[in-house]
Antibody, heavy 116, light 107 residues
Framework: QLVQSGGGVVHPGRSLGLSCAGS????????IHWVRQAPGKGLEWVAVMSSDGRNNYYADSVKGRFTISRDISRNTLYLQMNNLMGEDTGVYYC???????????WGQGTVVTVSS | FVLTQPPSVSVAPGQTATITCGAT??????VHWYQQKPGQAPGLVIYNDVDRPSGIPERFSGSSSGNTASLTISRVEGGDEADYYC???????????FGGGTQLTVL
């Protein structure tokens, strides 16, 4: 089970952090994705951390602004979002990937609203 | 790499719904499908073109060839009403892509 926290309302240009916690989340078995969904829109892949934590990849829309990290001792992954823009508004989900390129378990989602 | 889905599909209960996902040579990629009901997180219904996760009814099936992948739902029930998304992995960039989503309406 993935439990997400963080999110909220933030002004454009500011930063926000999201968390995704789960038993065994950082035990090198899974890649972890972040996926978002703007209000009334479809799913957009945001980023992935490899199972060994050494390789992160980002969608072009967030590259250079968002950073994935993890705390193995807390079984928690983080998404640090900097220089937020209105188009970053939406529900953010974390999801596990057992290595096949698909997302088999999802967090409950957390809402991020970027507004002045 | 753009995945194209029809915005909506409607079907009567008990009939078969087919949702397509189009892209050049999508048959050369593994395609995965997700179901999302209002207010809920997405859930995996088909992976690697044809495989069903544990707990997904046999009524859900997938196929992929050439430029089109398909999700087929047989004997459609009211509870199947949801948005459905296809997804692929581009190993060259390690990026994942989602289709635009298809809203399935059960008449």
């Amino acid at each position: 089970q993935l439990v997400q926290s963080g999110g909220g309302v933030v002004h454009p240009g500011r930063s926000l952090g999201l968390s995704c916690a789960g038993s065994g989340l950082t035990d090198y078995s899974y890649q972890i994705h972040w996926v978002r969904q703007a209000p009334g829109k479809g799913l957009e892949w945001v980023a992935v951390m490899s199972s060994d934590g050494r390789n992160n990849y980002y969608a072009d829309s967030v590259k250079g602004r968002f950073t994935i990290s993890r705390d193995i001792s807390r079984n928690t992954l983080y998404l640090q979002m900097n220089n937020l823009m209105g188009e970053d508004t939406g529900v953010y989900y974390c999801a596990t990937d057992p290595g096949g390129g698909f997302m088999d378990f999802w967090g409950q989602g957390t809402v991020v609203t970027v507004s002045s | 790499f753009v995945l194209t889905q029809p915005p909506s599909v409607s079907v009567a209960p008990g009939q078969t719904a087919t949702i397509t996902c189009g892209a050049t040579n999508i048959g050369g990629h593994s395609v995965h499908w997700y179901q999302q009901k209002p207010g809920q997180a997405p859930g995996l219904v088909i992976y690697n073109d044809v495989d069903r996760p544990s707990g997904i009814p046999e009524r859900f099936s997938g196929s992929s060839s050439g430029n089109t992948a398909s999700l087929t739902i047989s004997r459609v029930e009211g509870g199947d009403e949801a948005d459905y998304y296809c997804q692929v992995w581009d190993p060259g960039s390690d990026h994942r892509m989602f289709g635009g989503g298809t809203q399935l309406t059960v008449l």
